[in-house]
């Protein structure tokens, strides 16, 4: 079954295919940035009862010429793959005339150095084919965690947060990104929101995951997401506050869990303890960045609690 993470990590590529180019850079391969991109069938499938697909395929024109990229998002490594991808290659060549590039997008580490791997297909004295996918993993794709940098690419940061999503930085990647969606969503709702169920799909079941859920949970106004429907939803259910409070504390507990932060059994209680959504909300946000409970527990002003 392909799950949400997998759709997103090749699905990035077609809302931007200028991405590819950029991208690139980070493998130290120069590929022009396409005048034109054309998303093609992914259907790969023989006149025979097989069926192949590739997950996206894409004609990219350039002034230096046209090229196919096919971008398979890969989970863990398969030793089935490497035909698999020799055949995507011959067949779209076969069929559009068009030289192919194979980009295979890795959010784990072991994964994507497997997939790298050149592979000579042919007996060892005359290989009949190469197979040189270029892969981009967690350390093939910058750390973007500054929101102006954010908001000059969006689709690398939400692709940098998708493959760093396992990273103590992911937080970090995050924040920047939601800062930069906010302010895209006042001139183009749309796009953002785009972005935004991209980026839900690309944390998979991931601590970051809940990070971003609660990042888009402080601003509802601009986030139409499936989560933020969720969310409203919930609040407008009667009697699940009750619900929802002891979910927004068990929310700060993990995030500052996921940063390493420490939490003292008085402060564990006191989280827990709390009733009040907004004090829950506002520590929530505070603890996305806190070095320390302290910061996060600081001057608050919860109900029956003077700070």
């Known amino acids: ?27 130290g391969v120069a590929f022009p940035p396409p005048v034109s991109a054309t998303e093609l069938s992914t259907d790969l499938t023989e006149t025979q009862p097989l069926e192949r697909r590739v997950d996206t395929l894409l004609r990219m024109d350039t002034e230096d010429g046209s090229f196919l990229l096919a971008v398979e ?10 035909a698999s991808w020799a055949y995507y290659l011959s067949y779209v060549y076969a069929k559009y005339r068009v030289p192919p590039v194979l980009l295979v997008v890795c959010a784990d580490r072991g994964t994507a150095e497997w997939a790298a791997r050149q592979v000579d297909i042919g007996p060892r004295q005359w290989p009949a084919l190469t197979l040189r996918p270029l892969v981009l993993g967690p350390d093939d794709v910058p750390v973007i965690d500054s929101p102006d940098e954010a908001a000059r690419d969006i689709p690398l940061t939400v692709l940098s947060a998708a493959l760093h999503r396992r990273d103590p930085y992911a937080d970090a990647i995050l924040n920047a990104l939601a800062k930069a969606l906010k302010d895209l969503s006042a001139d183009d709702e749309s796009t953002a929101g785009t972005y935004i169920e991209l980026m839900e799909q690309g944390l ?21 997401s499936e989560t933020a429907q969720k969310l409203r939803a919930e609040g407008r259910e009667e009697g699940r506050e009750e619900g929802l409070v ?17 939490v003292t059994e008085a402060d564990r ?6 009733d009040d959504l907004d004090v829950l909300g506002r520590w929530f946000t505070k603890a996305i960045t806190a070095t320390s409970t302290a910061e996060v527990l600081a001057s608050t002003g919860e109900s029956g609690t003077a700070d």
Not at 1 to 27: C, T, W, Y
Not at 212 to 221: G, I, N, P, Q
């Open 1 to 27: 079954m392909v799950s949400s993470s997998h759709e997103a990590l090749h699905r990035i590529f077609q809302k931007d295919p200028g991405l590819f180019a950029r991208a690139a850079r980070n493998l």
């Open 269 to 274: 209680e006191r989280i827990v303890g709390c």
């Open 246 to 262: 002891e979910s927004r504390a068990k929310d700060i507990l993990i995030l500052l869990a996921h940063r390493g932060v420490e």
């Open 73 to 82: 998002s890969q989970g863990e490594p398969d030793p089935r793959k490497p």
């Open 204 to 224: 998979g079941k991931t601590p970051a995951a809940e990070i971003w859920r609660h990042l888009m949970a402080v601003d509802l106004s601009f986030f139409q």
